[in-house]
């Protein structure tokens, strides 16, 4: 399995993105997506997650309502993200975890990340 994360770049605040991860391989209803993002000098975080047996998303609270996770057919995870904040600048990552229970960061395929601003 292989990622490839694209969509990110400047922004002001309040405005909006949308991030694509295009997911090569077999890919499985027992598997989960998801987004992590890691700020500068900061650990990487944990964004939104979306299984693929059609179970329920997850998001962090600091994007709750205002980001949205989503994946088609084409095998692309998405990552809406409106009302943006300077707070959300980061690289973001792409990563699939082969389960559908999945603790943490402890996914087992990760993109390479693309780097979203946002100026105040």
């Known amino acids: 399995v292989q990622l490839q994360a694209s969509g990110g770049g400047l922004v002001q605040a309040g405005g909006s993105l949308r991030l694509s991860c295009v997911v090569s391989?077999?890919?499985?209803?027992?598997?989960?997506m998801a987004w992590f993002r890691q700020a500068p000098g900061k650990e990487r975080e944990f964004v939104a997650r979306?299984?693929?047996?059609?179970?329920?998303t997850r998001y962090a609270d600091s994007v709750k309502g205002r980001f949205t996770i989503s994946w088609d057919n084409a095998q692309i995870v998405w990552l809406q993200m409106n009302s943006l904040l300077p707070e959300d600048t980061a690289v973001y990552y792409c990563?699939?975890?082969?389960?559908?229970?999945?603790?943490?960061?402890?996914?087992?395929?990760w993109g390479q990340g693309t780097l979203v601003t946002v100026s105040s």
């Open positions: 979306i299984p693929l047996n059609g179970g329920s």
């Open positions: 391989g077999r890919i499985f209803t027992t598997y989960t």
């Open positions: 990563a699939v975890a082969r389960r559908l229970m999945v603790w943490g960061s402890n996914y087992d395929y």
